[in-house]
Structure formats: structure tokens, C-alpha cells
């Protein structure tokens, strides 16, 4: 009997974002990526949601290393807080590392772990785990899908997946690899990307984009091109860089990922362009306006961004009027759709131009459609199938196409966070929340998992609070002084004067009868007076719901 294998998965199943699995045997787990998800309107100041650390945190000594297997946030972003928990290396393209090196390097945690490279086709022992790594395409480059060998089998991680026929660097997916993997020694376990399970047909090649944006800049040759995309699509970029130097165009970047991300591809020649086509931002206006093309951060209308300072007027260097064009070249993630909405009336309001995928081909997803997901099961033949990477109707419309192609529906288990696959000789199950998969967050150099903290935040985001502060000596029963009621956010300053008062004279009059009929003149029973008193009287006054926070003090 082989020694039992477990996946737990500590997020990336119910969400797109904060991705992270722990494969373990008897004696070590290998986290296979350790990303975070942004949080929502409904978390307001946190600044990251990361994985379920709890299940780690119990197992520390366990964890050998970490599979980084690209370079985007949900995959590498909650790193630097797993390196508290536990030091290990981890593993990953020169590229993607490069990307996490960045990222640790701003935490101060670079000493914590080391970075080890897998090159394209790379065979490595981890601890126990024999891991072999495969190029895949997708909207970051060097991407790598991960074949990890267990005493149950082989696993086989998709990582974020892509069938691009034509790659803008000629490195495609490495399925004639999975043919051969799925014959000898057979693939026992297939983890997936689900993000568009959902969608028909196959995601258009990287390359086309380029055709579609090489149409938009011939039609604008007197003008200015301002082209905004993820600073982490080098393959974006470099088509925008090669259009704009077909076209004599010089480049200058806008942003400070932008710029850190462009340095680093070039660095590993993943990026190619000649210091002579560069210009900086600095000199930008020196040019004429057909003459530059600005390649910027700023897509997803991120306040702080420079694009968007730009399109308030308060730009450091760009400004924009009538002759620039815009191209959004990113899809707005979803929940930013106001924010971007708003970036665009600025940028028309100061007479530009804006242009977005609605009206040609400025963007595709790195993410595979249905014909693409198809494909990959057919050459994978996997006896077993979980699909990850998704919110729950990607994970289920997956789960539907794979039992459409063949594989049985015992043979498929929909898992989401907090839930473990045991693999073991006579099959695999599905260990149900073996953890909680809890949304943990982090704000400025604190992490929680207290959720309640969000509610008080909407509700004085929303609401404001008022205090309602009394003195009282316990010996005599009376008030000492006068209540003092301060409020923010409840009412506009002018106005909260007036009902500040009222409540003062209010709590003034109540709490006299009602300190010589108490008996027992606890703090507890206090604050509850004063809270009832205060909650009452903003009520009837106002039909508004502040935060109320009583403060009692007791004198003997
Ligand atoms: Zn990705
Ligand atoms: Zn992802």
C-alpha cells in the first residue's frame, strides 16, 4: 500500500485570487502557489485577503517549498506573509522570480527564503516530490504547468492556462509533453483553471491582439497613443513597443510597476528594445505628439495611478487634450467597472480619444475557453479531475465539460476552500472544510481574521458615530458636570451642533431620576442608559443609524 497523498486548499476555489494549495505526505507539504485576492467594497481598508494560513501554521515544519508557477498577484502575492509562517525556498521561472524577488524585497523579506529557477522542461526533486515543469502560455510570460510525482500518482497543475496557436515569443504550451506524461506513468490527478469554463470556443491568440491594436494605431497617425495595460503583460507590451517603432514612434512608460517590470524582462531578454526607441516621461511633451507612444499603468482607473492624475489635469508629466488617443488594452476586472467608467469620462472631458475592446481587438484573456480546457483533457486523460482557479459556477461549468468529454462523475470532485482531496490506492475523496479556508486580511503591518471589524467600518462609513460621554459620582447617585455629545459623520458639521445639544440636555434630565430610582450602578448598567437614552433621540431626530458608543466614568 503507497503512502496516502492530500491536497488541501487554502484558497483559489470560490474566488479568482489568493490561489494556494498544500500537497503533503507523511512528512512535508509543497505549496503549489501562494497568492492574494483583492478585496472587495465590502472589506473596506484591507488590503489584501490571503490564503488560510491556519492549516499551515499548525504544520509549519512540514513546509519544504513553495511552486511559484507565475508571476501574477493571486499566485505570488501573499508570499511574503507565508515567510512568517515558516521559512522555504521557493521555485519558479526566472521571470516569476524575478516578480517575487520585487515583491519581497518591498516586505523586507528576501532573507527568509531562497529563490531557486526551473527552466522550461526542468526536473527537480522537492523534498519528496519528484516535480517536473512545463511551458504554458498565458497573459504573463514563462508561465509553467507543474507535474508533480507522489507515491499516489501523478498530479498535474494546469497553472493559469492557455492554448495560444501563434505566441508573441514562440513558447507554446508543451502538450505533446502531457500526451506522453498521460501514457507512461498515466495522469492520476488533472487540477485545472476554471475562469472561462464558462465560455464557448477557444480565447484569440496574444498575437491578434497585435493586429487589432496595430489597426487602431494606423488609423491615429497625427496623434498621441497612450496605450494602458497590466504592467505584467510583457508580451503586451513588447507589441506595443514594436508597433510604435514600425510606425516612429518613441516609448516612453508611465507607472512605476510599469517601468520596474519592463526593466526586469529586458534584463532576462525576455523583452526586446533598444535604448535608442526608449524616451523618458520627463521629455515626453519635447516631442511631437505622432512621435511618442506612452505605454502606461493605470487600466483598472487605480485613483493613485498616474493615467488617472492625468486625466484629472494633475499629471506630474502627461497631459491630454484633443490630439491624444487612449487604449484600454485589459479587460476591467470586475468590481472596478465605476472607477474605470470614470477614468474614461475624464480623459473624453479633456477631449481625447478612448478606445476599449468593445470596439476592436485590444485585449484577450490568458485564460483558455472551453475548446482550449477541452483540449487539455484530451491530451491529459486524467483518471481523476478537480477544478480549481475560479468562483464556484467556473468551477461547476468545468466540472460539466469534463463529465461532457468522458470522465465520470465519481471521477470529478468539485472542492472549494477549506477542503482536502486524500488520494489513496483505492481512489480519491473528498475530505470536506478540513480547514475553515477563512478569509484572513491584511491592513498596513497587522494580519486578522475577525471579520467583524467590517461591520463596524460600514456602518461608520456609512453612518458616522456619535459619543455621548457623563460623569458620575457613584457615592451621591448625580451626575458630575454636564453629558457632553460629540459626533463625525452623523450629521453635517453645522447641523450636528443643534441635535448634539439637544441630546446633551436630554441625557441631562433622564440620567438624574434615573441615578437616584437605581440600585446598582454598574458601568455595564450605565452605558446601556446612555446608549438607549442617546440612540433614541438621534432616532426620533434624525431616522439615522450612527455608530453609538457610550462612555461612562465612575467616580466613588
Ligand atoms: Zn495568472
Ligand atoms: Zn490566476
Request: aromatic content about 6%.
Amino acid at each position: 500500500m503507497s503512502e496516502t497523498v492530500s491536497i488541501t486548499f487554502l484558497g483559489g476555489l470560490g474566488d479568482i485570487g489568493r490561489n494556494c494549495a498544500a500537497i503533503e505526505s507523511q512528512n512535508q507539504i509543497l505549496l503549489l502557489d501562494c497568492g492574494q485576492l483583492f478585496p472587495d467594497e465590502m472589506m473596506p481598508g484591507a488590503q489584501s485577503v490571503l490564503p488560510d494560513f491556519g492549516y499551515l501554521e499548525e504544520r509549519s515544519e512540514k513546509i519544504i517549498g513553495c511552486i511559484a508557477t507565475h508571476g501574477h498577484e493571486d499566485h505570488i502575492g501573499a508570499l511574503r506573509f507565508a515567510l512568517n509562517i515558516s521559512e522555504f525556498p521557493i521555485y519558479g521561472s526566472e521571470f516569476t522570480l524575478g516578480m517575487v524577488r520585487h515583491r519581497l524585497a518591498e516586505a523586507d523579506m528576501l532573507d527568509k527564503t531562497d529563490l531557486i529557477k526551473i527552466a522550461d522542461g526542468q526536473k527537480i526533486n522537492i523534498g519528496d516530490f519528484q516535480c517536473e515543469f512545463l511551458p504554458v502560455t498565458h497573459s504573463t510570460p514563462k508561465g509553467l504547468i507543474s507535474a508533480i510525482h507522489t507515491p499516489q500518482g501523478l498530479i498535474l497543475h494546469s497553472s493559469d492556462f492557455k492554448l495560444d496557436r501563434d505566441p508573441v515569443d514562440g513558447r507554446h504550451t508543451d502538450m505533446d509533453r502531457i500526451t506522453i506524461l498521460s501514457k507512461d506513468p498515466g495522469i492520476r490527478l488533472l487540477l485545472c483553471d476554471s475562469t472561462n469554463a464558462e465560455l464557448s470556443g477557444a480565447s484569440i491568440s496574444e498575437s491578434e491582439v497585435g493586429n487589432g491594436l496595430e489597426e487602431i494605431f494606423r488609423k491615429f497617425q497625427k496623434e498621441r497613443i497612450i496605450a494602458t495595460c497590466f504592467s505584467s503583460h510583457i508580451h503586451r507590451i513588447q507589441q506595443i513597443i514594436d508597433i510604435s517603432k514600425e510606425q516612429g514612434r518613441k516609448v516612453a512608460t508611465l507607472g512605476f510597476s510599469m517601468e520596474r517590470n519592463i526593466s526586469l524582462a529586458r534584463s532576462l531578454g525576455i523583452l526586446s528594445v533598444a535604448e535608442d526607441d526608449l524616451v523618458d516621461i520627463s521629455e515626453i511633451e519635447t516631442y511631437p505628439k505622432n512621435q511618442i507612444c506612452v505605454i502606461s499603468t493605470g487600466s483598472q482607473g487605480e485613483p493613485r495611478s498616474s493615467l488617472n492624475l492625468s486625466a484629472q489635469n494633475s499629471g506630474k508629466w502627461l497631459r491630454i487634450d484633443e490630439n491624444d488617443v487612449i487604449i484600454f488594452s485589459s479587460r476591467t476586472i470586475p468590481g472596478n467597472e465605476k472607477r474605470v467608467g470614470r477614468l474614461v469620462n475624464n480623459l473624453i472631458s479633456l477631449g481625447a480619444e478612448v478606445i476599449n475592446d468593445e470596439h476592436l481587438n485590444t485585449h484577450t484573456s490568458g485564460h483558455g475557453q472551453r475548446e482550449e480546457l477541452r483540449e487539455l483533457h484530451q491530451a491529459a486523460k486524467p483518471e481523476w479531475f478537480v477544478p480549481v482557479h475560479g468562483e464556484l459556477r467556473h468551477l461547476v461549468a468545468h466540472r460539466k465539460l469534463a463529465m461532457e468529454i468522458g470522465t465520470n462523475s465519481e471521477n470529478v470532485l468539485l472542492a472549494t476552500d477549506g477542503d482536502q482531496v486524500i488520494m489513496e490506492d483505492s481512489g480519491l475523496t473528498l475530505n470536506e472544510r478540513k480547514c475553515e479556508g477563512r478569509y484572513i486580511f491584511s491592513q498596513g503591518s497587522i494580519v486578522e481574521t475577525n471579520h467583524d471589524l467590517f461591520k463596524d467600518r460600514n456602518i461608520l462609513g456609512k453612518e458616522g458615530f456619535v459619543i455621548a460621554k457623563v460623569s458620575i459620582s457613584k457615592k451621591d447617585k448625580t451626575l458630575l458636570g454636564t453629558p457632553s455629545v460629540i459626533s463625525k459623520g452623523w450629521l453635517s458639521a453645522d447641523v450636528a451642533e443643534l441635535y448634539e445639544q439637544k441630546i446633551e440636555d436630554r441625557l441631562s434630565s433622564e440620567l438624574k431620576s434615573f441615578l437616584t430610582n437605581k440600585r446598582e450602578l454598574t458601568q455595564d448598567v450605565l452605558a446601556q442608559k446612555v446608549r438607549r437614552v442617546t440612540g433614541k433621540m438621534v432616532n426620533d431626530y434624525t431616522k439615522r443609524r450612527p455608530m453609538i458608543i457610550p462612555m461612562v466614568e465612575i467616580f466613588s
